[in-house]
């Protein structure tokens, strides 16, 4: 073993054990034991808050319409209509909104409102010993990436990347939804067989491991700090928006660097939304994403409904599963609630 790969991999050793021992304990709960948040069941009450940017009435409005269709009740957050330049509240107060919640013996989970920016900003004002003594499920994507990887991380609880309340809460979206959070279902995920449904395999093969992932813009921010979970084989599954292609290979080229990429068994990579080539002459995104990821020789694929699109998967961050590349599926091996 060269000095390299033996610093490396002390690296990484460490970085996994200290995630262990910063997790909170809970009495007759090892720290390194992964919890399940209780389901949701109609008539639960679910908390609406805005850790990122400002939010609006309107949306408010919306947003309670939606989830009482579902039958649930609604209870908003102190700060969640807060302003704050572009942020919604100060980091003191959208910190507090999430601590209240998961102490809030009336709310059984919790949603974030929209994305945008801001979620970074208060990790280190979370209470993750009273997130963990409080275990309910928190669902959203794009910065609330932050949120989910955080509370993974220093609380382990399974935490999920779905819609925040202001997406598109349709058929599509609430048939993976529904099973996922109310009745616990171990679901397999696959796009429908239709053009938008595409999927573009970039090597081929099966692999199980604990998923982990989310925004990879975010999650890049993330990097460096002690709040991302291990990486040791896990599934890592990566969504963007916005990005030209040069700046998704910086940012591959980022977690290849950090020493992310090579410890992953698989990789899932869903939707980067208006992800432009930029000016000649470039690459295709498929073409940058197998540069990177090919050489690692994981099962990966690109395409799979995860991310800032109409139609989305709830995936569970911490719960295990088995994907197949070759078939773009997504296959839960447990429950993500109890």
Not at 56 to 73: P, Y
Not at 171 to 199: E, H, R
Not at 203 to 228: H, R
């Amino acid at each position: 073993m060269n000095i390299n790969r033996r610093q490396f991999l002390t690296t990484s050793g460490i970085t996994a054990l200290s995630t262990i021992l910063s997790a909170p304990k809970v009495r007759g709960i090892p720290p390194q034991t992964i919890i399940k948040p209780p389901r949701l069941r109609i008539g639960d009450t679910v908390g609406l808050v805005a850790p990122a940017s400002i939010v609006e009435q309107s949306d408010v409005d919306t947003a309670q319409q939606t989830l009482m269709k579902l039958g649930l009740k609604v209870k908003l957050g102190k700060y969640v209509l807060k302003q704050y330049g572009y942020l919604a509240g100060q980091d003191s107060e959208r910190a507090f909104d999430i601590n209240a919640m998961f102490t809030d013996k009336s709310v059984q989970a919790i949603i974030g409102m929209r994305g945008g920016w801001g979620c970074n900003r208060i990790l280190p004002l979370l209470d993750y010993t009273r997130i963990r003594n409080n275990p309910k499920i928190i669902l959203g994507y794009s910065d609330i990436t932050s949120l989910l990887l955080a509370i993974g991380a220093r609380s382990r609880i399974i935490t999920f990347h779905g819609p925040v309340a202001t997406s598109t809460w349709n058929d599509f979206t609430l048939s993976y939804l529904k099973p996922v959070l109310f009745d616990g279902a171990t679901v397999t995920m696959q796009n429908p067989t239709t053009s938008s449904g595409n999927i573009q395999v970039i090597t081929p093969g099966k692999a199980k491991g604990k998923l982990v992932g989310g925004n990879l813009s975010v999650l890049c921010a993330m990097v460096g700090s002690i709040y991302l979970p291990s990486w040791n084989h896990r599934i890592l599954f990566l969504e963007d928006i916005g990005e030209d292609v040069y700046r998704v290979d910086r940012m591959l080229t980022q977690l290849k660097n950090a020493g992310i990429l090579n410890q992953i068994s698989g990789l899932i990579f869903g939707q980067c939304t208006n992800c432009k080539p930029g000016e000649a002459p470039t690459f295709a995104l498929i073409e940058v994403l197998k540069d990177h990821i090919q050489p690692l020789g994981i099962p990966a694929w690109y395409g799979s409904m995860i991310g800032h699109i109409k139609d989305k998967f709830t995936v569970p961050l911490g719960a295990e599963v088995e994907i197949d590349a070759s078939l773009g599926l997504i296959k839960m091996l447990e429950p993500a609630v109890k």
